[in-house]
């Protein structure tokens, strides 16, 4: 059982900006990087947080424009930017062999990151994502639309729960109530509103710098590499997973049950378990 403790906020400037992260102590330990997605934050980790900072020195980021970072004046919320954010990170906190963990685009960025330092990478997860198939995945047009009629505003907590819990249903309460928490605020008149920068995100899809093919990255991989996937998840399909295995061996995957593509939130559980399973066999 994990010492029940809380990570500590630490701020770097990476890039021009401030960057926020979660330091969960145990310095001196083999360190693990929590990646969020698209629109998630450090503290969705803390939980696994918990689970693995007595033997592993866990730090969780929030990326440009959530949580505690700041916001990109120049929208610039892409695979490239996060990769410098991350490199200068490891260089200011002299990291040499580690774990990295990503949901979705985190994924995406840590296999990114791994695919440019394999010598720095000893073990990858990826939550619900991997290289794009033939066919067109219907939860990226979901969640697209999701951004695109999101309100500016909510005239309550209430009204802001519901609608999180629409797009989140298998969400645990606590899990909701942490992503209430941490991507909303109150304005000065009283209304609720986002705490990332979700316009900067819709400028920075809109004008895409070309989409990267993962499957080179995923054949080339040299370290021990777990692929987590939702059972329902609308975002990533099954036999994605199964070719992302068949690709490399140093790939495993798992189906998590009652989860979709949000994994922490859904079936944290399972997720602590099996990462936890996971990187007991990492030397």
């Given at each position: 059982m994990a010492t029940q403790v809380t990570g500590i906020d630490k701020f770097v400037s990476v890039n021009g900006l401030r960057l926020h992260y979660l330091d969960w102590g145990n310095r001196g330990s083999r360190p693990i990087i929590m990646l969020h997605?698209?629109?998630?934050?450090?503290?969705?980790?803390?939980?696994?947080s918990r689970e693995l900072c007595d033997r592993y020195h866990v730090l969780?980021?929030?990326?440009?424009?959530?949580?505690?970072?700041?916001?990109?004046?120049?929208?610039?919320?892409?695979?490239?930017?996060?990769?410098s954010d991350l490199e200068q990170l490891i260089e200011h906190l002299n990291l040499d062999k580690f774990?990295?963990?990503?949901h979705s685009m985190g994924g995406g960025n840590a296999l990114n990151y791994t695919s440019k330092h394999p010598a720095k990478v000893v073990g990858l997860v990826m939550e619900d994502v991997g290289p794009r198939s033939s066919k067109p995945s219907p939860g990226r047009e979901r969640i697209a639309q999701e951004m695109v009629s999101a309100p500016d505003e909510f005239a309550s907590w209430a009204?802001?729960?519901?609608?999180?819990r629409r797009e989140r249903p298998l969400?645990?309460?606590e899990a909701l109530k942490v992503r209430l928490e941490n991507t909303l605020k109150r304005l000065p008149n009283g209304k609720i509103t986002w705490k990332y920068d979700i316009r900067g995100f819709q400028k920075a899809r809109a004008n895409p710098s070309g989409q990267i093919?993962?499957?080179?990255?995923?054949?080339?991989?040299?370290?021990?590499?777990?692929?987590?996937?939702?059972?329902?998840?609308?975002v990533f399909s099954r036999e994605t997973a199964q070719e992302m295995a068949r690709a490399n061996p140093k790939v495993q995957w798992i189906e998590v049950p009652n989860a979709d593509h949000y994994l922490n939130d859904d079936?944290?559980?399972?997720v602590k378990r099996e990462v936890s399973?996971?990187?007991e066999r990492i030397k």
């Open positions: 997605g698209l629109r998630g934050f450090a503290h969705e980790w803390d939980g696994i969780a980021l929030d990326q440009w424009g959530r949580g505690d970072s700041a916001w990109d004046p120049e929208a610039n919320y892409n695979t490239d930017a996060y990769i774990i990295l963990i990503g009204e802001a729960e519901a609608i999180t969400a645990t309460p093919d993962l499957w080179p990255l995923v054949r080339n991989l040299q370290c021990p590499t777990l692929v987590l996937r939702g059972a329902v998840s609308d079936n944290p559980e399972v399973r996971f990187l």
